[in-house]
């Protein structure tokens, strides 16, 4: 079985099956387009059974995606799919890029979720593009990118839940997506406290890789500490 592409952290190979690829998560973890890397034992192990689990729950509440099945403690089975080169973020607090890019205070709550494109081009570094943008560089239709846009507020909305009934607030997160044979648009890639911003609902601390970005914590710890809450569901 072939290594078809590696990025940041996963690598993806084909299987025998038709149209099923085995995408392995490494212990490898970056931040600021690859500025800041470091490899870290355990992490893979971690992000690939987050993400599992986070599939498996948004699937049960009528959300599909690429995932098929965890095959073991670093790998999973996922449909192949074309990833449509955009980083689609949602937001329902102030964090990150958006509080320099738009002044919002850390911790303003939005009126209601917003949703930005980012362009994934690592030579550009991954910049915010609009829906115009989109249609020009001929990423994705109008419609497509309504799409989009329903299904990332969908998502939210089931995974503010999930996160509320561990007493966590989803702060933002990105997703990608992918066009099946048909050309059906799904969601891919992964959900996981890498992708993720997520607080405790009563207390400052965070469970994600803000404490990679900011060196406030021990990724290793902050991770399994989120899985344990999600297998306590
Ligand atoms: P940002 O505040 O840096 O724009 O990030 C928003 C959310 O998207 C945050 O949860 C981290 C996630 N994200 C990624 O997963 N990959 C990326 O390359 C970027 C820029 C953000």
């Not at 049960?60 to 980083?87: C, M, N, W, Y």
């Not at 911790?107 to 494109?117: K, R, Y």
């Not at 993720?196 to 399994?224: A, L, M, P």
């Amino acid at each position: 079985m072939s290594l078809l592409y590696e990025g940041k952290a996963k690598r993806i190979f084909s299987t025998e099956q038709p149209g099923v690829l085995r995408v392995e998560y490494k212990d490898e973890v970056t931040a600021g387009n690859g500025a800041k890397k470091d490899y870290i034992e355990g992490k893979g192990r971690l992000n690939n059974q987050i993400t599992s689990r986070i599939f498996n729950f948004i699937k049960a509440r009528g959300i599909e995606s690429h995932f098929i099945e965890q095959t073991s403690e670093t790998e999973q089975l996922v449909k192949s799919v074309d990833i449509i080169p955009l980083e689609v973020v949602v937001r329902n607090i102030a964090a990150g890029s958006i509080t320099k890019r738009l002044g919002f205070e850390k911790g303003h709550e939005f009126e209601s979720p917003l949703v930005e494109f980012f362009y994934k081009n690592d030579n550009l570094n991954d910049p915010l593009i609009t829906e115009d943008h989109i249609q020009l560089l001929h990423l994705a239709s109008e419609e497509d990118i309504e799409l989009l846009k329903n299904a990332a507020k969908a998502i939210n909305a089931v995974l503010v839940q999930l996160m509320d009934e561990m007493e966590l607030r989803l702060v933002d997160f990105k997703i990608e997506f992918g066009r099946n044979k048909s050309g059906q648009i799904i969601l891919a890639d992964e959900i996981s406290p890498d992708t993720c911003r997520i607080w405790d609902k009563y207390s400052d601390t965070n469970f994600d890789k803000d404490v990679y970005r900011e060196d406030t914590g021990s990724i290793i710890e902050t991770y399994q500490t989120f899985l344990n809450k999600l297998e306590e569901l």
